[in-house]
């Protein structure tokens, strides 16, 4: 055996490398305990491009529970006086929404009101999209709801089908795979009060409605297309009901029934729908019966439209007023592009039982954009049928200095009509980002009829919204109107929120009104007849809310798993002057459902508000509810809104309805 004895320099520098090598692992060693030991430091946003990054204030931070199923909370309590309460005594009410993302049952959702004092209160649970076998889901609503109807049957038609509020029970069976689609309701009707002790007003007798839709040849197409041949069939059968509100004699009660067919066909630039009617009534002798068609179609820039109509006398839908009484054809057309727009449609009718003559109604509107800055528009709507009425208006908006402002005159009149001349200016003010503010001037004119004095009245209308903080905001309108009469009316509607942190926040709002303004009824002659409200009313309450998110953030309504989301927001507001602009002078529309994708519902507040906080992004649809809107309103191109929502990101709409001119 031998041994080698490394010179005394390699041994040197062997033991240099040894100690080297060692020293880096005890550096490294003492870097991870150094790290380890000292706190973590909190990351802070770099100034790019010189945009200073917004804080975020420590009480707005709280633990967010991500596990389990998507849910949301909201609980209200509410202290305020009743709208049409003579006494204005203070109640106190309280509410709670809630929303469950399920795999396998659908998304769960309660939405409920009560007040103690009254006993009275609302309710609604509803399943909405349940997977079963073979394709199918199913939907079910418990609590007030609406009267079903298929899909084809809430398109936007020439004649306008009500539908009722009701007390009672639903469900929905659909296969989009095989365009099937099966509805079931059955309830009391009744009326929905306003807050804050919001709560259902019954009226007599029950409804109860069957409905089902086909999409023939539905099997490997679209589902989200309509293209195609469609079938539809709709029952309602109403019993011991009555069109008063506080019905007393036997015959104040009706049995009523009605049927509704419908046939559709949808091509890519075309469509064409028709729809047959029958309703039996106590009330009546034998049926009554009716029929119309719509069809219209797309050339380029051009969308045209034809149609015929014929109602008998009397006729209802289940004892709910239709149009009835007419027979008649319509044609209008379409023509836009993107600097000028025009349309018109004329109808011509005759009454079936010889009430009244032969007559026509027609309307037209045009609008040209001069440049960037000007616009201008008129137009006129004519009737000569069951008595003569005309109006006419023009209007020239322009941007300046201060904003948008917008000069408009109207005339009116016609056999027993009230004439009149309008002149209104509207303005849009330019004011600081996250405000809007917006005024209106107008003065009016009326002649003497109906025992009514010839009258010039003036009117100013404000609507506002302004941030008070980063945590706090102040929204409303206010209308006031100076008759030369003496006369003076006024309406108020003032909201104010304040976030106090990221769960719990307060509103109150204000409102008031009195007076009545005078009542200009819509020419179209198969418009639904107007539903009047009350003179004066006055209100105040105040409400502490507080709401609940748990859950995978990763999981938005409307997506899947993989998805951001960001929010949307919006107003529903009546378009009296049907510019497509919300004025000053035009106010909310409470108490309407708003769905997202069809799947997701929310009611509007009593200014119109709405909110869907937490939505996938990209393209979404938003949907105003027709049925749910006070007659004779409606929405504008089937009341849908595509809108693409990004992440992280809010989406604000104002959503226009208007009435029938």
Not at 359 to 370: C, D, E, P, Q, V
Not at 433 to 440: D, I, P, R, V
Request: a neutral charge; aromatic letters at 8%.
């Amino acid at each position: 055996m031998s041994v080698r004895v490394a010179h005394p320099l390699c041994s040197l520098l062997a033991f240099v490398g040894l100690a080297t090598q060692q020293a880096g692992v005890w550096a490294q060693d003492a870097t991870a305990s150094r790290v380890s030991s000292a706190p973590e430091a909190l990351y802070v946003d770099r100034v790019i491009d010189n945009l200073v990054p917004e804080a975020l204030e420590e009480n707005e931070a709280y633990a967010y529970d991500r596990e389990g199923w998507p849910r949301f909370l909201r609980l209200e309590t509410r202290l305020g006086t009743q709208p049409f309460d003579q006494t204005q005594s203070t109640r106190i009410g309280y509410g709670i929404y809630g929303l469950l993302e399920t795999p396998n049952h659908g998304t769960l959702s309660i939405d409920g009101t009560y007040a103690p004092r009254d006993n009275s209160g609302t309710l609604t649970l509803r399943q909405v999209a349940m997977p079963l076998g073979g394709g199918w889901l199913t939907s079910n609503e418990l609590g007030i709801i609406n009267t079903p109807a298929p899909d084809i049957m809430r398109l936007p038609a020439r004649i306008y089908v009500p539908s009722a509020i009701l007390q009672g029970v639903g469900t929905e069976f659909e296969n989009p795979e095989q365009g099937l689609q099966l509805q079931a309701s059955t309830g009391e009707p009744g009326r929905l009060d306003f807050l804050p002790a919001s709560g259902f007003r019954s009226l007599p007798g029950r409804r109860t409605t069957l409905a089902g839709q086909w999409r023939i040849n539905a099997s490997g197409a679209d589902t989200l297309s309509r293209q195609g041949w469609t079938a539809a069939l709709r029952h309602e059968d109403a019993r011991g009901v009555s069109s008063l509100d506080s019905p007393q004699q036997p015959s104040d009660f009706v049995n009523a029934n009605s049927t509704l067919v419908a046939l559709r066909h949808e091509g890519a630039n075309h469509h064409i729908q028709g729809q047959v009617i029958s309703t039996q009534s106590s009330s009546l002798s034998g049926a009554r019966r009716g029929f119309w068609m719509d069809s219209e179609w797309e050339e380029g820039p051009r969308r045209h439209g034809v149609g015929a109509y014929r109602l008998e006398a009397d006729l209802t839908w289940a004892n709910l007023p239709l149009a009835n009484d007419i027979v008649g054809a319509y044609l209008r057309t379409n023509w836009a592009t993107r600097q000028w727009s025009a349309e018109g449609s004329v109808d011509w009718l005759d009454s079936i039982s010889g009430r009244s003559g032969s007559g026509y109604f027609a309307t037209g509107s045009a609008r040209w954009r001069l440049n960037r800055d000007h616009t201008l528009g008129a137009g006129a709507a004519l009737r000569r049928f069951n008595g003569d009425a005309w109006n006419t208006y023009g209007d020239w908006r322009f941007q300046n200095g201060w904003g948008t402002s917008g000069l408009r005159l109207e005339f009116a009149g016609g056999q027993d009509q009230i004439a009149t001349r309008s002149l209104i200016w509207d303005q849009e003010w330019t004011v600081p980002q996250g405000w809007a503010l917006s005024t209106s001037l107008g003065a009016t004119a009326y002649s003497a009829a109906r025992n009514l004095p010839a009258e010039t009245t003036w009117n100013g209308a404000l609507s506002v919204s302004a941030p008070l903080s980063s945590k706090a905001g102040l929204r409303g309108n206010v209308n006031t109107e100076r008759g030369s009469t003496g006369q003076t009316r006024n309406s108020m509607n003032l909201g104010a929120n304040w976030r106090i942190d990221a769960r719990w926040s307060m509103e109150g709002n204000y409102t008031r009104s009195s007076g009545r303004s005078r009542f200009s009824p819509s020419l179209d002659p198969l418009a639904p007849p107007d539903v009047l409200v009350r003179d004066s009313d006055r209100s105040l309450y105040a409400v502490l809310r507080y709401e609940f998110q748990a859950g995978s953030r990763n999981v938005p309504l409307g997506g899947k798993s993989s998805d951001g989301g960001g929010r949307i927001e919006g107003t529903v507001y009546f378009d009296a002057n049907r510019s497509g602009t919300q004025e000053a002078s035009e106010t909310g529309v409470p108490n309407v459902t708003v769905f997202l994708d069809n799947r997701y519902s929310v009611r509007t507040d009593n200014q119109g508000r709405f909110e869907f906080p937490f939505v996938a992004s990209g393209p979404r649809t938003v949907t105003v509810r027709p049925e749910t809107l006070p007659l004779p309103w409606n929405v504008i191109d089937e009341g849908q809104t595509r809108v693409d929502v990004r992440m992280r990101e809010s989406v604000t709409l104002t959503l226009p309805v208007q009435r029938s001119e």
